[in-house]
């Protein structure tokens, strides 16, 4: 998947509906700036908004993908090649994230433990100043924690053991959640069954 001809294609095909890239940001409820992003191949549009971009010019989805017109006799063959590409996409973003998620929730446990070592150590000394230390290490393995949860909420999808169905859930949910390691305690949105769900990088 080429991004920089996917973005030069959207460019033509914008020109050739005689749409600025304001106009057609505006038709997509989303701004100038990630137009320019999309053509300049610095991102791909996301999942949400395609096929919406991909009626207003006049194409598919497995088109903008390719980043031009397909003939029919191509286009099976075509089509397989981006859903394999998509999903290999999909599956090093969410390695990335998962990556982040991990390095995230570690440093913030082992930065907040050394500020509350450092607190005990002084509080004969100063105990004000170990009450900070021990206050802003709780802090930060608290903020560290929900931010390393969030993440883990937008990497990937999670399976219900029961209908094998694959979804995300809300940050709230995710959150509030009880958990061991990524695997969570939810309500399947599905066959709304509650039970342990497995997280799962691709759909």
């Avoid at 908004?49 to 006799?73: F, P, Q, R, Y």
């Avoid at 913030?108 to 150590?121: A, K, Q």
Wanted: aromatic share 6%; glycine share 8%.
């Amino acid at each position: 998947m080429d991004q920089i001809k996917t973005g030069k294609f959207i460019a033509s095909l914008r020109k050739e509906q005689g749409f600025t890239q304001a106009e057609l940001a505006e038709k997509l409820g989303i701004t100038d700036r990630a137009v320019s992003k999309w053509e300049t191949g610095k991102c791909l549009p996301d999942a949400a908004i395609m096929v919406e971009l991909c009626e207003i010019l006049g194409i598919s989805v497995n088109e903008l993908l390719t980043g031009e017109k397909i003939a029919m006799d191509n286009y099976k063959e075509i089509a397989e090649k981006n859903l394999a590409e998509s999903i290999r996409l999909e599956n090093e973003k969410n390695q990335k994230l998962t990556k982040t998620e991990n390095f995230i929730g570690w440093s913030g446990v082992v930065v907040s433990l050394i500020m509350i070592m450092c607190g005990i150590f002084v509080a004969e000394v100063s105990p004000i100043v170990a009450m900070i230390l021990i206050s802003a290490g709780g802090a930060i393995v608290l903020i560290t924690t929900i931010y390393a949860t969030l993440l883990e909420c937008d990497n990937g999808y999670y399976e219900c053991q029961n209908c094998k169905h694959r979804y995300v859930p809300t940050r709230k949910a995710v959150i509030l959640a009880v958990h061991v390691g990524s695997d969570r305690v939810m309500k399947c949105p599905e066959c709304g069954q509650k039970g342990w769900h497995k997280k799962v990088m691709t759909k």
